[in-house]
């Protein structure tokens, strides 16, 4: 899979955040109260509130750090949108227009027909513990990979040398074979190595991607994206 934005595009067995979160305190952020856990590996559903919340944030443009509190309850946001300097004057007019919900339900539609999964940070279920997270990603492939354990992450060297490619390609082809799930960021390098012997074992793998699921970056990464799609992932 995979995954990331509109800017984050992710796919389950690949996923990519679209851009880099701040993240900062807000004054009137209310507060998620607790309830019980939704299903991690089901999309994100109709009006879902956090990508209400993400189309009033806009994609690409500046992160406003109110709306990405790990305990910032999304309904409560929405039934009493905050306002300047909580949050922009460009945020506080868009989370008060009437067809915001259409415009989100809209978004996920053109998602599910381009074979676009949508998921908030309760899903997949590593989103609601890091302050960074964003409010939607973008994915494709099977998001059960994104729970499914045991996980490793695996970054490394773009250029690697023929020592490290060695022992990547040792220690990766180690534990695809025990079954775990590797993340990584389908750069070249360390990163495709770490993938492709997931995919050799016909185990799920996660790249987590920079850019979006429609330009796969590096272009000679693409077949390797296909595959792991193909493969779980």
Known sequence: GACSEPAARVAAGCVSGGRARRHGSSRSAPRKPVTAEPDPCTEAPVHDPYLQLAVAEGFGESPVPALLQPDLDPISVLTAPPSPPDVPLRVAERLRQPDLAATAAALQKRARAHGLLVLTPERPPQLPRSPRRP????????????????????????????????????????????????????ARGIDGIAHGQNVTAKVPTVPVLAGGLDAIYPPEHQELAARIVATGG
């Open 135 to 186: 409010l939607v990603v973008f994915g494709r492939g099977d998001p059960a990979a994104l729970r499914r354990q045991p996980s490793v992450a695996d970054v490394g060297s773009r250029t690697p040398t023929p020592y490290g490619s060695e022992a990547a390609t040792l220690l990766c082809s180690a534990l695809a074979r025990a079954g775990a799930v590797t993340w990584s960021g389908l």
